[in-house]
Nanobody
Framework: QVQLVESGGGLVQAGGSLTLSCAAS????????MGWFRQAPGKEREFVAA????????YYADSIKGRFTISRDNAKNTVYLQMNGLKPEDTAVYYC????????????????WGQGTQVTVSS
């Protein structure tokens, strides 16, 4: 069973930065794709970013492209989401997700989810 634990959320002013972390419990995820989603109040969960573990190929939602960066540390089974230039509309619960195939993450069906971490951006 894969467990994902996010950390790093919090309250930040518009224009500020935060870095989210997601630690995976199982070493099998060293060959899995990993990604981030978010869900704002009253809205559906949406894709934010994803990365393959082997090739390091990255994917981003248009709404955050150029402001957010996904990266990973294979030795620590950890994926990060560096968020710069935060806007009030980035306020949401951010979820980490993983699946052996990146297309499952891109399609919104990763199989394994973290518990989420709250990011609040004040104007």
């Amino acid at each position: 069973q894969v467990q994902l634990v996010e950390s790093g959320g919090g309250l930040v002013q518009a224009g500020g930065s935060l870095t989210l972390s997601c630690a995976a419990s199982a070493r099998t995820v060293s060959t899995y794709a990993m990604g981030w989603f978010r869900q704002a109040p009253g809205k559906e969960r949406e894709f934010v970013a994803a990365m393959t573990w082997s090739a390091g190929t990255t994917y981003y939602a248009d709404s955050i492209k150029g402001r957010f960066t996904i990266s990973r540390d294979n030795a620590k089974n950890t994926v990060y989401l560096q968020m710069n230039g935060l806007k009030p509309e980035d306020t949401a619960v951010y979820y980490c997700a993983t699946h052996p195939q990146v297309h499952q993450i891109l399609g919104g069906t990763p199989g394994y989810w973290g518990q989420g971490t709250q990011v609040t951006v004040s104007s």
